[in-house]
């Protein structure tokens, strides 16, 4: 993937894994860009993305009892993160195409998102 001189290139995390992204568009809400790197950088990605689906625990967007949890915890627990310097903020991937590398991400909690098919019945 090139990158070229004139983007804004961050770094952001799953967890403790770094990766580069380069910024098209950001707001105090949204953050939408491409990962920056190599072929093995974009397979690592995936790698932990699958793994996550494949773990015997509960998904870290479940609750206990397998329901999704409410939107201010969901970002809480959100293995995502935006990396600057010594300082780390949550964010929520929303969408991510595996072949391009492009992928959004939500910066603060949303209310609504559209997920209420695995909400806990009121």
Not at 54 to 81: H, I, K, N, V
Not at 83 to 103: F, I, L, N, P, W
Request: with cysteine.
């Amino acid at each position: 993937m090139a990158n070229p001189e004139h983007e804004e290139v961050i770094t952001v995390a799953y967890r403790s894994h770094q990766f580069r992204f380069a910024v098209q568009d950001q707001t105090k809400e949204l953050l939408r860009g491409c990962f920056r790197g190599t072929d093995d950088e974009k397979a690592q990605i995936l790698a932990l993305l699958e793994k996550e689906d494949e773990d015997e625990r509960q998904p870290w967007y479940l609750d206990d009892d397998g329901y999704r949890l409410d939107d201010d915890e969901l970002f809480q627990m959100s293995p995502w993160s935006i990396v600057d310097g010594e300082s780390c903020r949550k964010a929520v991937q929303r969408t991510m195409d595996c072949d391009t590398g492009e992928a959004w991400f939500c910066l603060t909690p949303w209310f609504l998102i559209g997920d209420e098919l695995n909400r806990r019945p009121s």
